[in-house]
């Protein structure tokens, strides 16, 4: 094995020239297309969802190996990708991302044609063996971009670099649900795949044109036993969380994953440290921790997705369930959210460039904070206005967080491992939403089991076990069963906002306690030309 060494690492100017591209903001526009045919796929699978399970005959359990396969898919394999690009080029594996993504986004869309020709499988199980796939071209590809604009930008434009990405994603974001919600009602379910066709072939062209390759020129081989435990370690927890509020937290399957995730993260640890003292090439080399900021930045980022997809999940079912609205109609709702982050995230990286990551992303998280309790406080027949402060208040302090967060991990960590902190930060926002989904979805499960007897009153007295169980997974979803008299509706309706409320109040309390963490960050790209010690 080759020995560790310290090497230089390129000055922020010379990385800008002989990096990622000469023109620093053209690779920001190449990698930005790659990142939008993954966020608007994400968007415009839950509105397609109705409609598959009509289509395809599919079971809820097949709806959600849809959704799991792939989030199981794209966590795992974050961080191994991200070292893939390291090793053997970003431009390689992001491009190598794109393209298998727009074929499998294809392929999902061609479900019930490739059941046809394959023996003994069925369109709905094509269609979640092609999310998986698309989940594993998915992380290939999102380390892969971040890396590429953290060579291409000096250190001093990183985090306008990171505020325009920002900006590109809350655009992305905000055109998901129109756009799936158009094509879901005017076209079809597979419309929604086959339109990262055309944006996958535009992100290729400009990709292989624009963008010229960064890697790390002292890493030659993979630690396969490292991306072994690493990867059934991400596994244990991600399926854990997934699975958890089906089997219950005290489960003894849940404990016995969780202890499962804990030997395989600990003997992953152990044998990087091994690794590295026999002189060997560790997957995550341990010492990218020892940078305060990055270990916190990484945790920053975890709690932040836990608040905000946590409880951003219940604001479908509330406008879908208990306003009954279309899914347009709700994407339109939720339009200022995304709309303010269009207008938030470069003014997130012009504030942290004049004020320092700690400033602004405490204010955010704040404002943030405020935000959620708005939404606390959100009536059972709250107007677009009633909805529309909170959502904007909530791009403009999540804004500062994720910019300033993605900043911190990738702009402290060594060059020749920015791949691995690109797979670190969307390792940590994928855990950290499972996590707020699963969490404080059992927090609201718990609360309307607790309200929905008191909202029936003498009603719930006529109701055997069985009937008042499936009243209460209704109430979940905000969904009361038809044919049922207005009183069982309205405690339906009625104990899922009880239940939300109290999501979104732990969810605030979530902000205000990790605003205190801020405090311990600095900004990225500080220790350019210092020894960075790899291996």
Not at 220 to 227: E, K, N, P, Q, S
Request: glycine share 14%.
């Amino acid at each position: 094995m080759a020995n560790a060494k310290a090497v230089d690492a390129p000055s922020s100017p010379e990385v800008a020239k002989t990096g990622a591209g000469g023109n620093p903001w053209l690779v920001l526009l190449a990698v930005s297309l790659g990142v939008i045919m993954v966020m608007l796929d994400g968007t415009v699978v839950g509105i397609a969802n109705p409609v598959i399970q009509v289509d395809l005959k599919a079971s809820l359990s097949d709806l959600q190996w849809v959704t799991s396969g792939y989030l199981l898919a794209l966590a795992v394999f974050l961080i191994t990708a991200g070292k893939l690009g390291d090793l053997f080029g970003h431009k390689r594996v992001f491009l190598i991302g794109v393209a298998g993504f727009a074929v499998t986004s294809v392929g999902i869309g061609l479900s019930a044609e490739l059941a046809d020709i394959i023996p003994g499988i069925t369109p709905v199980g094509a269609l979640i063996g092609l999310r998986v796939l698309q989940g594993l071209f998915g992380a290939l590809l999102q380390p892969a971009a971040l890396a590429l604009l953290r060579a291409a930008f000096p250190g001093e434009k990183l985090n306008q670099a990171m505020g325009a990405w920002g900006a590109i994603i809350g655009l992305s974001s905000a055109a998901g649900p129109i756009v799936g919600g158009v094509l879901v009602e005017k076209v079809s379910w597979e419309s929604v795949f086959f339109i990262n066709a055309p944006v996958g072939v535009i992100a290729l062209i400009l990709g292989i044109a624009l963008i010229k390759d960064s890697r790390a020129k002292t890493f030659a081989r993979i630690d396969w036993l490292g991306v072994l435990l690493l990867s059934g370690a991400m596994f244990a927890l991600v399926w854990t969380i997934i699975k958890a509020p089906e089997w219950g937290w005290g489960d003894t399957t849940t404990l016995g994953f969780l202890a499962g995730f804990v030997a395989l993260i600990g003997a992953f640890v152990l044998w990087q440290h091994l690794l590295k003292q026999r002189g060997g090439q560790p997957l995550v080399p341990l010492s990218l921790f020892a940078n305060r900021s990055i270990s916190i930045g990484t945790f920053l980022m975890m709690m932040v997705a836990f608040a905000m997809f946590g409880a951003m999940f219940f604001l479908g079912f509330f406008f879908q369930g208990v306003h009954g609205l279309t899914p347009l109609e709700a994407g339109l709702r939720m339009l200022p959210m995304s709309a303010g982050m269009i207008v938030a995230s470069p003014l997130a990286g012009f504030a942290i460039g004049r004020l320092g990551p700690k400033v602004t992303m405490a204010g955010g998280l704040l404002v943030t904070a405020g935000a959620m309790f708005l939404m606390s406080r959100l009536g059972i027949d709250a107007s677009f206005v009633d909805t529309a402060i909170p959502f904007v208040l909530l791009a403009f302090g999540l804004s500062p967080v994720f910019v300033g967060a993605t900043e911190i991990i990738v702009g402290n960590a060594p060059l020749d491992l920015s791949g691995v902190a690109g797979g670190l930060q969307q390792s940590a926002m994928q855990v950290g939403g499972a996590l707020g989904t699963a969490i404080l979805g059992a927090v609201m499960a718990g609360e309307i089991s607790d309200r929905l007897p008191g909202y029936l009153g003498p009603a719930a007295q006529m109701m055997s076990p069985e009937q008042m169980a499936g009243l209460e997974a209704a109430a979940a979803f905000g969904i009361a069963p038809g044919g049922l008299p207005e009183v069982v509706t309205s405690a339906v309706h009625n104990s899922f906002m009880d239940g939300m409320h109290l999501a979104f109040i732990v969810s605030t309390c979530v902000a205000v306690l990790t605003a205190a963490l801020t405090l311990f960050v600095k900004a990225g790209r500080k220790t350019e030309g210092a020894p960075v010690h790899v291996g």
